[in-house]
């Protein structure tokens, strides 16, 4: 069983930056992906970006595409999202997920209970 906790949210300015945190526990083998989605109140569940636990490759989605950085650190079994130029529609809870499939646009089996980013205007 794999267990996510997320942390570093918060309330920034617009233009601003904060960086999510994501500890993991439980057993993740090299070929896991891990994951950040957001859903903002009154929408959908969307994906921000992902990294191959192993490989390292990353996946974005076009919205945070050159402003925000996911990257993993292995042995503190963590993953980090570090968001800049933040925008008023960036404001949203974020979750972090991972699922032993490694397809990083796909469905996650584990996820964790998310953290509130509200960037003001």
């Known amino acids: 069983q794999v267990q996510l906790v997320e942390s570093g949210g918060g309330l920034v300015q617009a233009g601003g930056s904060l960086r999510l945190s994501c500890a993991a526990s439980?057993?993740?083998?090299?070929?896991?992906?891990m994951g950040w989605f957001r859903q903002a109140p009154g929408k959908e569940r969307e994906f921000v970006a992902a990294?191959?636990?192993?490989?390292?490759?990353?996946t974005y989605a076009d919205s945070v595409k050159g402003r925000f950085t996911i990257s993993r650190d292995n042995a503190k079994m963590t993953v980090l999202l570090q968001m800049n130029s933040l925008k008023p529609e960036d404001t949203a809870v974020y979750y972090c997920?991972?699922?032993?499939?490694?397809?990083?646009?796909?469905?996650?089996?584990?996820w964790g209970q998310g953290t509130q980013v509200t960037v003001s205007s």
């Open positions: 990294i191959m636990w192993s490989r390292g490759s990353t």
């Open positions: 439980g057993q993740i083998y090299s070929t896991w992906v």
């Open positions: 997920a991972a699922d032993p499939l490694g397809v990083p646009r796909g469905n996650y089996a584990y």
